[in-house]
């Protein structure tokens, strides 16, 4: 599977919202839809349920780390594993640390918005250019910093960032694929 960095869809809400970020990457990869069943429920439902143990060892770290600074942590992770049994992937919606602000039929956006700073997590679903049964998934992280400790906290995240998201993506396209 090949995930390439590129750049924030022209469609996405992201790039609509008028907003400027901080920080912006993009990760794609394409993802086999035989039937044209895959949806951004689907998609944004694999966000949570795929990532690797290390990933999740990280967030356990960084939740330990951060709640110091009284920042939002994403909670129990048993207790997330039974609120994705429910989880209808609608705006309102929070599951860990991410809350859902939008959902079309192609894109979910995730984040929050806490004092230090706010991200946003597009998962963007797009006919493949080729016109075969795959499906391109954008994974779009934005960030804006709300004060100087928003720039000092990235620092050390940013370098993991580049780590994580195409492992996300990878493992986001796996579970989609087996679930086939």
Not at 104 to 127: C, M, Q, W, Y
Request: proline share 4%.
């Amino acid at each position: 599977m090949k995930i390439i960095e590129t750049t924030l869809p022209n469609h996405s809400l992201l790039n609509s919202s008028g907003n400027t970020y901080d920080y912006v990457d993009s990760f794609q990869a394409s993802l086999y839809d035989h039937g044209n069943k895959f949806t951004s429920t689907d998609i944004g439902r694999a966000f949570f349920s795929s990532g690797p143990k290390w990933v999740e060892r990280l967030f356990a770290l960084r939740n330990k780390m951060v709640s110091i600074f009284g920042l939002k942590t994403s909670g129990d992770i048993t207790k997330r594993e039974r609120q994705l049994q429910n989880f209808k992937c609608e705006p309102g919606e929070q599951m860990g640390l991410f809350k859902v602000f939008a959902k079309t039929e192609n894109e979910v956006i995730l984040g929050e918005d806490d004092k230090h700073l706010n991200f946003r997590v597009s998962l963007f679903l797009a006919p493949h250019a080729s016109g075969t049964k795959n499906k391109d998934i954008t994974l779009t992280t934005t960030v804006e910093f709300n004060n100087w400790f928003g720039k000092l906290y990235f620092l050390p995240v940013r370098p993991f960032h580049k780590l994580i998201v195409p492992t996300m993506l990878k493992g986001i396209i796996n579970k989609l694929e087996i679930k086939k």
